[in-house]
């Protein structure tokens, strides 16, 4: 895998390809930021998930306390937990859709010479 | 034969419907394109119900109201993690996978490889998978109808749905039953809701239903008749059937850590707080499985082809989620109020009769009180049964036939074959894999619906997805590596999952039953592969890539830009020729 060039290396590649699309800077920058947001929504979500065990194995009196007549540990696993998955892909889109917009315009302004 | 009549005209009504809809959809579906991807013109809202319909299957819609019945809480990590996949899905590679723009995940397999070898290896796969997926499907069918016509045998419900679908599929291809789909979605969230909504009304809520059953926190409560004397706040006056023997009792159905996941544990004699350990280790791997097998399922993720463009598809899944997420509140009612109201059920003799079939059987107990409604409401409660299997089965069948056809056929046996002759084969081929799907649903009376689904997800947990995240996300990725890792990692999880289930069930099998029992952490681990299959593919697709370094491929960085660019940059690759020259 190639080492990162530096930031003169890419305005000369920039220059010879004439193609900011094509160069290594702008792949390793676009990989970057939609890993980055896909792994903070997808830690957000599976910290929630995955503690949810550890908490009914650690406080299972706390996780059976009755909250209109559901112990809590379900009402979170069977109702609450859905809404929750729904906010963090809503967040996920509107954010990973803004940023496709924003690399593409990028495109056209390292094209133009910036 | 006592047939209830109401029963069989909803079932009968759903049945001729989705022939009736694949019929005229097929007289539409004129190119290959339309066959294998609906033609790319299908719209969010349209493509949103599709996919939620076609990804709830009888697992969803049946087996986890009964299994919610039988096991408690437990039980909840299925519907919870079935939706959460859609949702890592979503996250790392629902968008590369649409922008590289190829038909099928074989196709993905050879363009990112350039390996036409690797895609005969990730086609197995498909057809692994898939017809694992198939079974779950055709228990469902016999067991609905079964209950539809008291004393019918298991295979004729079986072969009949199973022959019905494969018709469906050689006429109309995709676009067949991309309206069906939507179409079922709607009836399945309606014939969830509408008798729960009744259930629920008359005889109490949600969580009076719940509170019924009593965790270790509260005052036990005599069982016998009707109402639960004030022992706690809420509503005491629910009403209960007494519990068989059989039954689990309350405290462990209602509580984390219950049957379910302890079994291995118990069958070794362990109980109370030594147990409980091996059963957190069950509910991680089942978590793992589950979730990333959602990601790796390959008739869902063929799903995202059907749009017109990235950002549509990406809509799409928002919507999926909203979609299965509101339906997967529902079914596990239906198992809280199954086993306050219909008890009996636990000491059901045959299979077929037993606590899958609560969402079909819980409805007629209004029978008593309400004349018709009760058999009104079951009818559509088995509408939604029938629409559960068939939409699945109709998308598993399209992918397997597609996977052959597409892939087989047409890249490997007869590269010049025109598009009249693939979709010729295409018909054949549907005929082929329904049988063969047909044939393994009467091997699996005695399994567990969601049991069986739990296979499938693993095996894509252990070989799809790690394939897929990390062809998306790591340039170093291999084919040896990629293979290696799928291969070992895939074929291990199916071979210790099918040796627990051989433990269990097979009569000449008692030895390596009792094998397992003395090993509590085995079984759990052989039980439910995933969290260690997971990790061993990854493992084994990094050190491997890393040894064949040369091997990765030369345009790799292009290949990274046409994932990860944004569509509209046109760097995307068109793989199915018949676009460029003659003007489609």
Redesign the interface.
């Known amino acids: 895998m190639a080492t990162q060039p530096t930031h003169s290396e890419t305005a000369a590649e920039v220059a010879e390809k004439g193609d900011f699309l094509h160069s290594e800077l702008y792949l390793t920058q676009l990989m970057r930021r939609q890993l980055r947001l896909s792994i903070v929504c997808g830690l957000a979500f599976a910290l929630v998930l995955l503690a949810i065990p550890l908490l009914n194995y650690f406080t299972p009196d706390m996780m059976a306390t009755r909250v209109g007549g559901f112990p809590l540990t379900w009402l979170i696993l069977g109702v609450l937990f859905f809404p929750f998955v729904w906010i963090i892909s809503w967040i996920f889109i509107r954010r990973s859709l803004a940023m496709e917009s924003a690399e593409a315009q990028r495109v056209l302004d390292g094209n133009s010479g910036r | 034969m006592h047939i209830d009549p109401w029963i069989l005209a909803f079932a009968a009504v759903t049945v001729f419907g989705t022939i009736w809809m694949g019929f005229r959809s097929a007289g539409t579906a004129k190119t290959a394109s339309d066959f294998f991807v609906a033609g790319r013109s299908v719209s969010v809202g349209w493509n949103s119900a599709a996919i939620s319909g076609e990804y709830l299957s009888a697992a969803s819609f049946m087996g986890i109201a009964g299994m919610v019945m039988t096991s408690g809480?437990d039980a909840?990590?299925y519907?919870?993690c079935f939706?959460?996949g859609y949702?890592?899905l979503?996250?790392?590679i629902a968008?590369p996978l649409r922008r590289f723009g190829a038909y099928t995940i074989p196709d993905f397999a050879e363009g990112r490889f350039d390996s036409p070898a690797f895609r005969r290896i990730a086609v197995c796969f498909v057809l692994f998978i898939g017809f694992f997926y198939t079974m779950p499907q055709m228990k469902g069918a016999g067991v609905t109808l079964a209950y539809i016509f008291p004393g019918l045998p298991y295979w004729v419900g079986v072969a009949v749905v199973g022959a019905v679908i494969t018709l469906n599929v050689a006429l109309g291809g995709m676009k067949g039953i991309t309206l069906v789909q939507a179409v079922q979605y709607w009836a399945k969230m309606f014939a969830i809701s509408v008798p729960v909504f009744v259930l629920l009304a008359i005889y109490g809520?949600?969580?009076?239903?719940?509170?019924a059953n009593k965790?270790?926190?509260?005052v036990p409560a005599p069982m016998v008749g009707q109402a639960v004397p004030g022992a706690?706040?809420?509503?005491s006056s629910v009403v209960r059937k007494e519990l068989p023997a059989t039954a689990p009792m309350d405290a462990k159905w209602?509580?984390?850590?219950g049957a379910l996941t302890t079994k291995p544990a118990t069958a070794a004699g362990l109980t109370g707080a030594a147990a409980?350990p091996y059963s957190?280790l069950y509910?991680?791997s089942l978590?793992i499985a589950l979730?990333c097998g959602t990601a790796g399922l390959p008739h869902i993720l063929v799903r995202f082809y059907t749009n017109p463009d990235?950002?549509a598809a990406?809509?799409t899944?928002?919507w999926v989620?909203?979609l299965i997420?509101?339906f997967?509140?529902f079914p596990?009612v239906f198992g809280v109020l199954g086993r306050n109201l219909m008890p009996e059920l636990y000491e059901a003799a045959k299979k077929v009769e037993g606590t899958d079939s609560i969402v079909l059987q819980l409805p007629r107990i209004l029978n008593e009180k309400y004349g018709i409604l009760g058999s009104v409401l079951s009818g559509i409660t088995c509408a939604g049964a029938f629409a559960a299997f068939m939409s699945t089965f109709s998308g598993l069948l399209v992918s397997l036939t597609g996977a052959l056809a597409h892939d087989i056929y047409g890249r490997i046996l007869r590269p010049k074959s025109t598009s009249e002759q693939r979709m010729r084969m295409f018909k054949v081929f549907a005929v082929i894999c329904g049988a063969v799907a047909i044939l393994l649903g009467l091997a699996v009376e005695s399994f567990e619906i969601t049991k069986l689904v739990g296979w499938a997800f693993a095996i894509a947990a252990t070989s799809y997805f790690p394939l897929l995240f990390l062809s998306t996300?790591w340039?170093?990725m291999t084919m040896p590596g990629a293979a290696t890792g799928m291969l070992i990692g895939g074929v291990l999880s199916l071979l210790s999952v099918v040796s627990t289930m051989i433990a269990d069930q097979a009569p000449w099998a008692t030895s390596w039953k009792t094998w397992y029992a003395a090993r509590p952490l085995v079984r759990t681990l052989a039980e439910q592969p995933a969290i260690w299959g997971l990790p061993l593919a990854i493992i084994l697709m990094v050190i491997v890539s890393r040894a064949t370094r040369s091997k990765v491929p030369a345009d790799v960085?292009?290949k990274?830009?046409v994932l990860?660019?944004?569509e509209?940059?046109g760097?995307k690759q068109e793989y199915i020729k018949e676009h460029e020259g003659v003007g489609h």
């Not at chain 2, 809520?205 to 719940?210: A, D, K, P, T």
């Not at chain 2, 209602?254 to 850590?257: A, D, G, N, V, Y």
């Open positions: 809480y909840l990590w519907p919870v939706a959460c949702l890592f979503l996250l790392f968008g809520s949600y969580g009076s239903n719940l509170n965790t270790h926190l509260d706690s706040s809420a509503a209602i509580s984390p850590f409980k957190l509910t991680y978590i979730v990235g950002v990406k809509r899944t928002m989620m909203i997420g509101v997967y509140v596990p996300w340039r170093g960085r292009m990274m830009l990860h660019a944004p509209s940059l760097l």
